[in-house]
């Protein structure tokens, strides 16, 4: 039998080979080297690098702002029940009404806020205490301490603000001036600062008669100083 030496050639080759693949033998017996194949993602460009900006962007973290801070109000609370005038006889004290009637002006001159803290503050006292007037009107004065300011309105003519406060504040300080015991300005709007419109007018009505015995303090939640 006579063989192709170029048929031959290639079938030699291909046993040399192992059965590889990677050559191609066509019809008239020439070889083709096939080239590599690639998979579409192979084929893919690389992704461009991020922008300066976009990775300012993502290094920086978010910044976190600031709760906002409730407003001070006053208006709103529930003073509890006054104490009660009278004390069992094991206690061994008795003094009348002096804290519940007293307590009954805080609840009808003070703002609602102030009036529970104020009240509070009486019902934590021993029934000793509650006999003691300075002791009770401490209450009221530590609560107006307390309370929310009001804002000052802008100075005007003889460097009194033009707020309602201020002005009924500057009328007491210039009533109280001829005996020399008259209180600043800004310390008796802060304690009238808690009180509501019946006892601002109580408080004012007070200075007019007692800026000696009582002052400031002493006319703090009164209702009709005597």
């Known amino acids: 039998m006579v063989i192709d030496r170029t048929s031959f050639m290639a079938a030699l080759g291909a046993l040399a080979l192992g059965g590889a693949g990677g050559y191609l033998a066509s019809e008239s017996g020439a070889f083709h080297r096939a080239g590599p194949t690639f998979g579409a993602t192979e084929l893919q460009a690389p992704a461009p690098p991020a922008s300066a900006a976009q990775a300012s962007t993502r290094a920086t973290p978010p910044v976190a702002t600031a709760p906002e801070v409730p407003a001070c109000?006053?208006?709103?609370?529930?003073?509890?029940?006054?104490?009660?005038?009278?004390?069992?006889?094991?206690?061994?004290?008795?003094?009348?009404?002096?804290?519940?009637?007293?307590?009954?002006?805080?609840?009808?001159?003070?703002?609602?806020?102030?009036?529970?803290?104020?009240?509070?503050?009486?019902?934590?006292?021993?029934?000793?205490?509650?006999?003691?007037?300075?002791?009770?009107?401490?209450?009221?004065?530590?609560?107006?301490?307390?309370?929310?300011?009001?804002?000052?309105?802008?100075?005007?003519?003889a460097a009194v603000s033009s707020d309602e406060l201020t002005a009924s504040c500057a009328s007491m300080v210039q009533r109280c001036d001829a005996t020399g015991l008259a209180p600043p300005v800004r310390e008796c709007r802060a304690t009238v600062a808690g009180l509501n419109a019946f006892g601002r007018d109580q408080m004012a009505s007070c200075m007019k008669s007692h800026c000696v015995d009582k002052g400031l303090i002493g006319c703090e939640a009164v209702v009709d100083a005597k």
């Open 73 to 157: 109000d006053d208006s709103t609370g529930t003073a509890a029940d006054c104490p009660s005038p009278g004390y069992s006889a094991d206690e061994g004290v008795s003094c009348g009404i002096l804290a519940t009637r007293r307590c009954q002006d805080f609840k009808r001159t003070m703002k609602a806020r102030v009036a529970e803290h104020a009240v509070a503050c009486l019902n934590a006292l021993t029934p000793a205490q509650r006999c003691d007037g300075d002791r009770v009107n401490l209450c009221a004065h530590l609560a107006l301490m307390n309370a929310c300011p009001e804002p000052e309105g802008s100075p005007g003519a």
